[in-house]
């Protein structure tokens, strides 16, 4: 792997030449270029933050409004379109490899600063399922080195193309679903990985966060622990496709926010587990810092860095109606692939040799 000076340059992505006239303002005694760039940083961070939570909900609510102004026109055009193109994310999306080159991710990925780590080579004649872990709050090593070039994911692994799976609720809302599907993300149900997986070629890599939202009730700073014991369906998917299943770990993925861990068998933990199930994502009580200073709470993540890990991947062969215990057999070569994947990279990041990876 190399160093992270040498990763991925996205000079050339939108807004470089305006980021470029800030850099090159004179220095004011109150703000150096130094504290420029973390600040620029710090929003490229906030501006991935609020996409996730607000673009969605804040478009729907504006399209709503649209309709009863005499803009409905605009509203009502845009309504078709959603319509006509509402099967699209199923069908392998609309990736922009001008939108995953933008010079924003570059600034996302200084943050913290996250780096992505090959082990092995990957054949474009093979599919693979990448499973993902652990989530943290808000994966932002999954989103950084899958969704964006920032980390130089292509060139590292040329002929792979990796699409990362998320909610497939996301999807539904308006713009939100442009902006993810720009990025090669896809929704996180069979549809849409048996067409990545099926009937569009060689060369993808469906990524895969297998702990999803429960698992990140369990993040916080210090704990390594992912929830993969009872979740055996992409191993079962990886069968049935004949897909490679790759294990990847990021080492910090847990650091960027500290959480308010209640007790396994408390009221509140119930609350959190019956509001993940309807919701489809974990109401997580945590904070960060804030926007200027790393003493104070906010949404801010801590600046830790986040090591994603791509190991080993394992052979798998195409079995249209496998069994339990073949599903089984596959499972447990997996975990064992993981386990193996964090005690060799953990003293390298900072763990002790002591540290283990609890699989719940």
């Known amino acids: 792997?190399?160093?992270?000076?040498?990763?991925?340059?996205?000079?050339?992505?939108?807004?470089?030449?305006?980021?470029?006239?800030l850099l090159e303002l004179p220095s004011?005694?109150?703000?150096?270029?130094?504290?420029?760039?973390?600040?620029?940083?710090?929003?490229?961070?906030?501006?991935?933050?609020?996409?996730?939570l607000a673009l969605g909900i804040a478009s729907t609510v504006l399209l709503v409004y649209l309709f009863c102004t005499d803009c409905w026109v605009i509203a009502a055009l845009y309504t078709a379109w959603l319509i006509f193109d509402w099967n699209t994310p199923k069908q392998g999306g609309r990736r922009s490899t001008w939108v995953r080159n933008w010079t924003v991710w570059t600034y996302f990925r200084d943050y913290f600063p996250i780096r992505l780590i090959k082990t092995h080579n990957l054949l474009p004649s093979r599919n693979y399922i990448f499973g993902y872990h652990p989530h943290g709050i808000f994966c932002f090593g999954a989103f950084c080195n899958f969704s964006t070039e920032a980390?130089?994911?292509?060139?590292?692994?040329?002929?792979?193309?990796?699409?990362?799976?998320?909610?497939?609720?996301?999807?539904r809302l308006p713009l939100l679903r442009d902006y993810l599907m720009f990025g090669g993300i896809c929704p996180v149900n069979r549809n849409s990985i048996d067409y990545l997986l099926s009937r569009n070629g060689t060369g993808n890599a469906v990524v895969i966060v297998v702990g999803g939202a429960a698992e990140s009730l369990d993040c916080a700073p210090g704990l390594n622990s992912v929830t993969l014991k009872n979740r055996k369906g992409f191993v079962k998917l990886a069968l049935q496709k004949g897909a490679d299943l790759v294990p990847v770990y990021s080492f910090g993925e847990n650091e960027a926010y500290k959480q308010v861990m209640f007790a396994e068998g408390s009221w509140w933990r119930h609350v959190q587990r019956r509001l993940q199930k309807l919701l489809g994502f974990a109401p997580c009580l945590f904070h960060g810092c804030g926007f200027f200073s790393s003493?104070?709470?906010?949404?801010?993540?801590?600046?830790?860095?986040i090591n994603t890990v791509v190991g080993e991947p394992i052979t798998v062969a195409r079995v249209e109606d496998p069994t339990p215990d073949m599903i089984d057999m596959y499972h447990s070569m997996y975990i064992n692939s993981l386990t193996t994947l964090f005690d060799k990279y953990k003293t390298r990041f900072g763990l002790k040799e002591t540290d283990y990876l609890l699989v719940r």
Request: a positive charge; glycine letters at 10%.
């Open 295 to 305: 003493e104070s709470w906010g949404m801010v993540p801590y600046c830790k860095p």
């Open 151 to 171: 980390t130089g994911f292509s060139k590292k692994f040329p002929g792979i193309r990796p699409s990362l799976a998320t909610l497939a609720g996301n999807f």
């Open 1 to 21: 792997s190399r160093p992270l000076s040498e990763g991925y340059d996205g000079s050339k992505g939108t807004g470089s030449s305006i980021l470029s006239a």
């Open 28 to 52: 004011a005694p109150w703000l150096s270029k130094s504290k420029l760039v973390k600040h620029l940083q710090v929003i490229s961070v906030l501006h991935f933050i609020l996409t996730f």
